[in-house]
């Protein structure tokens, strides 16, 4: 099964300021890569699938690239409401599996 | 508007089973594949299995095969997960989720709010 890593574990940044998160597959993916946010005591959300599709709902501040190995999602602006853990998945092999998460706190 | 609510709260001895349900509504149940997600105390997620919107056809996970057990009832629109030979380990929040693409994408929309099951003896 594909492992995913994640770092950094913890990323402590102000409000406004640029977020970026990565992702990283123990082999090939392709284009099928997932981000999701949760926040304590709830369900995930999906945030980006395939990349760099934004799901429904989704604000522009929220962008995905990369491919194959390497993925990044960036929050350009963080907003008070962006503080939350943020998990990766992949779906490019079969089992799908989710990476362990960075946590975006408050500086 | 899209719901997916679970069932309540459930203690189990080691040993035991537990069987988990996950009430659709706001959708065409029959168009959306329903997978089932679980989060131990502090971790991550881990993906178990699914079964197909629109047929029976289930997928397990390797990890928990044989003792998964995934199942529908289209006239209730609810999908049920039972876990059997229960451990410690397995005391977890377990999530249903809605398929974003509807079958096979594997990527999850629409969330219950979870149901834990704590196994102690």
């Known amino acids: 099964e594909i492992v995913l890593t994640q770092s950094p574990v913890t990323l402590s940044l102000s409000p406004g300021e640029r977020a970026t998160l990565s992702c990283r597959a123990s082999?090939?993916?392709?284009?099928?890569l997932a981000w999701y946010q949760q926040k304590p005591g709830q369900a995930p959300r999906l945030l980006i699938c395939?990349?760099?599709k934004r799901a429904t709902g989704t604000p522009a501040r929220f962008s995905g690239s990369g491919s194959g190995t390497d993925f990044t999602l960036t929050i350009s602006s963080l907003e008070p409401e962006d503080f939350a853990l943020y998990y990766c998945q992949q779906r490019g092999s079969w089992p799908p599996t989710f990476g362990p998460g960075t946590k975006v706190d408050i500086k | 508007q899209v719901r997916l609510a679970q069932s309540g709260a459930e203690v189990k001895k080691p040993g035991a089973s537990v069987k988990l349900s996950c009430k659709t509504s706001?959708?065409?149940?029959?168009?959306?594949?329903i997978h089932w997600v679980r989060q131990a105390p502090g971790q991550g997620l881990e993906w178990m299995g699914w079964?197909?919107?629109?047929?029976?056809?289930?997928a397990y996970s390797q990890k928990f095969q044989g003792r998964v057990t995934i199942t529908r009832d289209t006239s209730a629109s609810t999908v049920y997960m039972e876990l059997s030979s229960l451990e410690s380990e397995d005391t977890a929040v377990y999530y249903c989720a809605r398929d974003y693409y509807g079958s096979g994408s594997y990527y999850l929309d629409y969330w219950g709010q979870g149901t834990l099951v704590s196994v102690s003896s």
């Open positions: 079964i197909n919107g629109g047929n029976d056809n289930t």
């Open positions: 082999q090939s993916v392709s284009d099928f």
């Open positions: 395939d990349v760099s």
């Open positions: 706001g959708y065409t149940f029959t168009t959306y594949a």
